[in-house]
């Protein structure tokens, strides 16, 4: 018999006869890598453990606890879905079906109707059965004629055999009854599959193209281990309920419609008011700092992002520039920052009056990609919390600490901890997207590293990432589903400057050139809305609450009076409060205000008439107190003046 050569990772060459298998070769090494192993890799290319080899290479035993052995298991898991899907409906019809580190899904189309939540449990027991029963999973291998008759009915799965074919080859999996298309490297057979979970459905498009019909995916996933699969569905959860676009929608905060123009945010009154407290805090914060605020156009002339470089750097976030019929081209902008500098030329400046710190709460337009948008985090049009500071160069360190010291306190007011630093570099092969100006991105650079070290401060140094003007250093943080966003950021600048020719009065009564720090504290309103929403789960602390008290007569009739009378005076003092005058069960009115999440519930009867007091629920807890009236208005004060402090 022909023997196969096989190199193993550690250099050693062993041989085999024809035919032996991945499993053949892990048993011969040890017991307990074969009892591990799920599939081989050879020369890089995934093959079932049982698959009878007929050429030698480079061999990789791919064990359970690996990335490529979790695959192999929901790919099996998926095989096994399709399988239990045929036996559930009959005529049904499969697109992609994909595994990968996040779980695997299969697209299906009924046609008349589709696959919906309520049946997956149903399909989890097809599913559960064939573990039970260890069903066998055998390859065939089917000529390509034999496998169109064999998907006979089925037009994605005769593209996809298409696709798939080698050598006019395509590998199909028995299952019971099933003969199905093999997308992928499988167990043998059904034993391992235990721990799965089939987690939800969505439409998707066949091929990912909206010009194609919509099918119906059937999301899930797979462990090895019971523990993993519990800790996966929990955290799936957990981010499910922190999601800012089901929380919005559940609060009445805010709406993006596709339809009336996607990744445009409409805030509903709720969401609004959230969003009104947060930007009077931060600018009245700014003001007592020595920000000056300004107002000024979201439309500029072309030209001045030309004189910037935004228009070679930065044009594929921008909108299309308006002809505006007469010469004129006006461009909705896509920073503040070419705004503020024409603020800052507007009169000749003197060393004296450096730095001068302009801020904003400036609207801004980017064209993000459709695929990129997403509630309020990813959106076309977005109000930053905006600052920019002229200064010297030997004001920079100085003013880089006075900004990191007003990020902490304001991050101490919001309560927001998670987070880690993020030096973001030019990328220097990247003439396109960076000012090629090498000298000046060293400067730049190692100075705001400088700055970094000398305040001790732990960061991590990506390249790629700088504004295309110069070098930041980021805030990060994490969303509900994990992506890293940017909360704040700081950003050095020595081109801008030279770009619009800014310069001030020096005490030597010569012209001198100005360095610019862009920095923004709490990004944009929206993108802060949608961390905030999601790091509150919705029940905003008092002070950023949309309603902060509801109250809530026992009877409209005989209590109705006392209540409005006690939420007149609360309006008065500038508490967000509202009398519920609806004629439904008091413990109906009271979930309600729960579900509102609204921090104070007050209840009034006839022992609160008679005594001016009230009976506290706060939100979250199930007993609730007796106060007199003005030692409620003394709490609830106290709370909003402590922000998020607890
Ligand atoms: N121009 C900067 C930006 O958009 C701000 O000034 C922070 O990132």
């Keep these: 018999m022909a023997k196969l050569s096989f190199e193993f990772p550690d250099g050693n060459v062993k041989d085999f006869d024809e035919g032996v298998t991945t499993e053949d070769i892990a048993k011969s090494i040890s017991i307990s890598l074969a009892k591990k192993a799920v599939a081989g890799k050879i020369d890089d290319k995934m093959v079932d453990i049982d698959l009878p080899l007929n050429s030698g290479g480079k061999i990789e035993i791919v064990t359970k606890d690996s990335d490529d052995g979790l695959k192999v298991l929901r790919q099996t898991a998926s095989q096994l879905l399709k399988a239990a899907l045929a036996d559930q409906f009959t005529n049904i019809q499969f697109g992609e079906s994909t595994s990968d580190e996040d779980g695997f899904f299969v697209d299906t189309d009924k046609r008349?109707?589709?696959?919906?939540?309520?049946?997956?449990?149903?399909?989890?027991?097809?599913?559960?059965?064939?573990?039970?029963?260890?069903?066998?999973?055998?390859?065939?291998?089917?000529?390509?004629?034999?496998?169109?008759?064999?998907?006979?009915?089925?037009?994605?799965?005769?593209?996809?055999?298409?696709?798939?074919?080698?050598?006019?080859?395509?590998?199909?999996?028995?299952?019971g009854d099933y003969l199905g298309l093999g997308e992928g490297v499988v167990l043998p057979s059904a034993k391992q599959v235990k721990e799965f979970k089939l987690l939800s459905v969505a439409g998707a498009y066949w091929e990912g193209k909206s010009s194609n019909p919509m099918l119906q995916r059937i999301f899930a996933t797979a462990f090895y281990k019971k523990a993993d699969l519990e800790a996966d569905v929990k955290q799936r959860q957990e981010a499910k309920e922190r999601d800012h676009r089901v929380i919005g929608n559940k609060l009445d905060l805010f709406f993006v419609d596709p339809k009336v123009g996607a990744g445009l945010a409409y805030w509903m009154p709720n969401g609004a008011t959230v969003r009104r407290v947060v930007e009077r805090y931060i600018v009245d914060k700014e003001l007592a700092n020595g920000y000056e605020h300004v107002i000024t156009p979201v439309l500029m002339n072309l030209n001045a992002y030309k004189t910037s470089g935004h228009w070679a750097h930065y044009r594929d976030d921008m909108f299309p520039p308006m002809d505006m019929g007469d010469g004129e081209e006006l461009e909705l902008r896509p920073m503040n920052c070419p705004s503020h500098i024409q603020i800052y030329k507007h009169h000749i400046r003197s060393y004296r009056e450096l730095p001068i710190r302009i801020a904003e709460l400036g609207m801004m337009h980017r064209y993000e990609k459709s695929g990129a948008l997403s509630g309020l985090q990813r959106v076309r049009e977005m109000t930053l919390n905006d600052g920019h500071t002229f200064l010297a160069i030997d004001q920079i360190q100085d003013e880089f600490k006075k900004i990191l010291h007003l990020m902490t306190e304001v991050y101490k007011d919001f309560d927001i901890s998670n987070y880690h630093f993020r030096l973001s570099y030019r990328d220097p092969k990247n003439t396109e997207k960076y000012f090629d100006d090498d000298e000046m991105w060293n400067k730049s650079q190692s100075m705001l590293k400088g700055a970094m070290d000398d305040l001790g401060l732990e960061y991590v140094e990506a390249e790629g990432e700088a504004a295309f003007y110069g070098p930041k250093l980021d805030v990060q943080t994490y969303t509900a589903m994990g992506n890293e966003e940017t909360l704040s950021t700081i950003q050095l600048d020595f081109m801008l400057p030279e770009r619009f020719d800014l310069h001030y009065v020096g005490e030597d009564g010569k012209e001198h050139r100005p360095v610019m720090m862009h920095r923004g504290l709490v990004s944009t309103m929206e993108r802060f809305i949608a961390y905030l929403i999601e790091v509150y789960k919705g029940a905003f602390p008092t002070w950023l609450a949309p309603h902060q008290v509801k109250i809530i007569p026992v009877s409209m009739n005989k209590h109705g009076d006392y209540a409005k009378q006690i939420n007149e005076k609360l309006v008065k003092m500038g508490i967000r409060s509202s009398v519920d005058d609806r004629n439904e069960k008091m413990g109906y009115l009271i979930r309600d205000a729960q579900t509102n999440k609204i921090p104070y519930t007050l209840v009034v009867g006839d022992n609160e008439m008679n005594s001016n007091s009230v009976s506290v629920r706060k939100y979250s807890e199930k007993d609730s107190k007796d106060e007199s009236f003005d030692e409620f208005t003394k709490e609830i004060q106290n709370d909003i003046d402590n922000y998020s402090r607890g």
């Design 112 to 175: 008349e109707t589709q696959v919906s939540a309520d049946e997956l449990p149903q399909l989890e027991e097809r599913m559960h059965k064939m573990v039970k029963n260890n069903v066998q999973i055998e390859r065939k291998v089917l000529s390509k004629e034999d496998a169109l008759k064999q998907v006979d009915g089925d037009p994605y799965q005769a593209k996809l055999v298409n696709k798939l074919a080698m050598n006019d080859q395509v590998v199909f999996y028995q299952i």
